[in-house]
């Protein structure tokens, strides 16, 4: 089962910042948008953004703004960072195509935002 690996979560007060990394195998990457997801403690998995292999973004109107995504396609890496973090921000955050493949799900990075 091929996965892919985050990175970069912590505990972070509000207002602050973070940068999440993911990595995995070219497979994955060669050819795929790439997105990252969260999901909240209670709550199903939501997409937060993704990018395509040419740097095309698309955010979910909630995290416009504060969350930029980004992308190495020489490294396989994706990025995620998240500035003016708030605590409803606090969820386990997981990298993945867009669609997403349910055999590429990673343990995932968790972020926790004090107030």
């Known amino acids: 089962q091929v996965q892919l690996v985050e990175s970069g979560g912590g505990l972070v007060q509000a207002g602050g910042s973070l940068r999440l990394s993911c990595g995995g195998p070219?497979?994955?990457?060669?050819?795929?948008?790439m997105g990252w997801y969260r999901q909240a403690p209670g709550q199903e998995r939501e997409l937060v953004a993704s990018i395509t292999r040419g740097g095309i973004t698309n955010y979910v109107d909630s995290f416009k703004g504060r969350f930029t995504i980004s992308r190495d396609n020489a490294k396989n890496m994706v990025y995620l960072q998240m500035n003016s973090l708030k605590t409803e921000d606090t969820a386990v955050y997981y990298c993945?195509?867009?669609?997403?493949?349910?055999?590429?799900w990673g343990q995932g990075t968790q972020v926790t935002v004090s107030s």
């Open positions: 993945n195509t867009d669609p997403a493949a349910s055999s590429y």
């Open positions: 070219t497979s994955i990457f060669r050819f795929n948008v």
